[in-house]
């Protein structure tokens, strides 16, 4: 059955929940589900922008066919063509064969690509302004937020910036449109910094850009590809904590811990690592780098200022997981972190040394010579002090 919601007197939310995927992009848990927005216009001309993951296909184009009520198609926005918006493109102009396509030059190269065939298009780019009726959309390029291709679009009229995959969430809406609607900061936002620091997180500069430009225009809506739309005190909140992820600055103190352990001495020494820092009064996340996957363990890198990775010596490297993590977050540019380690090595103690050589290339890194070196088990309570002492 068809499943809507009203973002105004003229735009309609089409999208559609998915709760059945384990994992989003093959690689990020997303326990919450997941939502794909869609918003239909419905002016002197109708205007979808955007289409949906290839799972939740059915569903919306009952919701596109119900808001239409027996009026064609003009246009389809199309802001970015990761398959999980774009998917179901060629399904949409199949049935409205009078739509043209209203894309970035990049994402019309792409349609060929993943489809392989031309359709009826507009290009535009940086600054263009087409009207629709009342309502026009000023499109605005982002690239690398999160493809090279991205454009949002800003509606002068009502004041709502389509932000792509920007200020998007992991989670389902499950009814629920507006931020409003929600508990954002309490509920959506640990999922929505989880989104963009692995999803948007290595691309600080270029979100940054968009920022920029986005804080000319009056913005009384965003409206993401994914996640709610968010309104109010949460557009203010959100613009907050981009500003904060895009420039890799903490935006809290405190201090993340995650290890790996094959059988359980690390971890002893995460755990009292963890202790005699909250002893001390600092915040304080551990993660099992077996058990957590990383995207979460990167969100709260991005939290906080400070980290402690711990790991033994395997196979003459890093153990496996905690250098599965390392390479993550590098891939992820982090920055602007006090970083420090714990070793173990029954006979060959070097994982230290070895994962802060995996850190030699991102910046602006504190990474601290003072290693706690475990040989097998440790108890040594005053070194484990002194180490801690340098993380205050
Ligand atoms: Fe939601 Fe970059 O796709």
New binding site residues.
Partial sequence: MFSTRKVNSDYTWVGADRRRDAIF?GVFPIPHGMS?NSYLLLDEKTVLLDTVDASVKEVFLENIDSVLSGRELDYVVVH?M?P??SASLMTVLDKYKNATVIASQKALAMIGQFFGREVKSIAVKEGDVISFGKHSLKFIAAPMV??PE?MMSYDAEDKILFS??GF?SFGTLSGTLFSSEVDFERDVLDEARRYYTN?VGKYGPQVAAVLKKAAEAEIEMICP??GHTLVGKDIQLCLEKYTLWSTYTPEKSGVVIAYGSIYGNTESVANAVAAELCERGQEVRVYDLSVTDNSYVISDVFKYDRLVICAPTYNSGVFVKAEQFISELVAHNIQKRKVAFVENGTWAATSGKQMAEMFAKSKDMEILDTKFTIKSSSNDKAALVEFVKNLL
């Fill in positions: 992009e794909y970015h990761e999980d918006h999160h493809w991205v792509a995959d998007g999803i590809l994914h």
